[in-house]
């Protein structure tokens, strides 16, 4: 079965660092472009960035850029996202999910992410 | 702000057709893909391409795309398809995603 299973809820306090992970199965992870997806509570779908396995320098939308960092490490099939600094407006579900014939036909489950002090 | 425009909500009477728009300069250029997201879950992808539907993907489910404007249809509504739905493409750069600002759909 095909399937991104992402890493746990977090809670964690206004300027902490975090680094949230998605494995992939299934499928041949080097080949697929792995992104990411916020969804703050109530609101709707923000792409966030993409990574390609085979290449370390991840792609950012203007909104992103500068304030989280895409990595994967293709040799434990896995995606990453990262923040130094989080602050209260980081709080949201982040999902990642597959690109295929630029669509997202995979998703991982969502991790939620709370930010307060 | 997204490029992607949708209207916010509509309704549909159980067994009725339904059409979601998704309005935005990059669907002149970009195929756009579809996406159910029900309460409490990730999104599902429904529609992708030139009218394609992922296995296990109902047939009621069907895309299309003129100019600027992409739709949504749904042919017979049922009520699981009671949902948010969300549009995505190439933002006119090219370079990113963008998603659109999704719809409510109710099943009366």
């Known amino acids: 079965e095909v399937q991104l299973v992402q890493s746990g809820a977090e809670v964690k306090k206004p300027g902490e660092s975090l680094k949230i992970s998605c494995k992939g199965s299934g499928y041949n992870f080097s080949n697929y472009y792995i992104g990411w997806v916020r969804q703050m509570p109530g609101r709707g779908l923000e792409w966030m960035g993409i990574i390609y396995p085979g290449d370390p320098d991840a792609r950012y939308s203007p909104s992103f850029q500068g304030h989280v960092t895409i990595s994967v490490d293709k040799s434990i099939t896995t995606a990453y996202l990262q923040w130094s600094s989080l602050k209260a407006s980081d709080t949201a579900t982040y999902f990642c999910v597959r690109e295929y014939s630029q669509a997202f036909d995979v998703w991982g489950q969502g991790t939620m992410l709370s930010v307060f002090s | ?108």
């Open chain 2, 1 to 108: 702000s997204s490029e992607l425009t949708q209207d916010p909500a509509v309704s549909v009477a159980l067994g009725q057709t339904v059409r979601i728009t998704c309005q935005g300069d990059s669907l002149r250029i970009f195929y756009e893909s579809w996406y159910q997201q029900k309460p409490g879950q990730a999104p599902v992808l429904v529609i992708y391409g030139k009218n394609n539907r992922p296995s296990g993907i109902p047939d009621r489910f069907s895309g299309s795309s003129s100019g600027n404007t992409a739709s949504l249809t749904i042919t017979g509504a049922q009520a699981e398809d009671e949902a948010d739905y969300y549009c995505s493409s190439r933002d006119s750069s090219g370079s990113h995603h963008v998603f659109g600002t999704g719809t409510k759909v109710t099943v009366l």
